[in-house]
Nanobody, 123 residues
Framework: QVQLVESGGGLVQAGGSLRLSCAAS????????MGWYRQAPGKQRELVAI???????TYADSVKGRFTISRDNAKNTVYLQMNSLKPEDTAVYYC?????????????????WGQGTLVTISS
């Protein structure tokens, strides 16, 4: 019913910038909070940033001042602008969304993940 499609990953040098995008498609009523997570090989997936429907944001301490999360509700898209990138930012980045679908006569809350996009920072 609902899919999240990510784009923007790639290889950049330390100190560079990259912007990730994630667009939701399918049949749904609305999207609540959206977020970005990342996972390095052999390590646990961790929260990077969250943005609510109204635009309030939360960041991991490790990315504060360098990353900016935003969303365009009209496009059902969340973005992650990454600046001053460091080698330790290397990971697979996943977007996540809380999505309400229609199941008459009510809605149902779904938790959906994107497929992941690889970000590699070279030193």
């Amino acid at each position: 019913q609902v899919q999240l499609v990510e784009s923007g990953g790639g290889l950049v040098q330390a100190g560079g910038s990259l912007r990730l995008s994630c667009a939701a498609s399918g049949r749904f009523v609305s999207i609540d909070a959206m977020g970005w997570y990342r996972q390095a090989p052999g390590k646990q997936r961790e929260l990077v940033a969250i943005v609510t429907f109204g635009g309030s944001t939360t960041y991991a301490d490790s990315v504060k001042g360098r990353f900016t999360i935003s969303r365009d509700n009209a496009k059902n898209t969340v973005y992650l602008q990454m600046n001053s990138l460091k080698p330790e930012d290397t990971a697979v980045y996943y977007c996540n969304a809380a999505i309400d679908i229609w199941e008459h006569p009510r809605t149902r809350r779904l938790d959906r993940w994107g497929q992941g996009t690889l970000v590699t920072i070279s030193s």
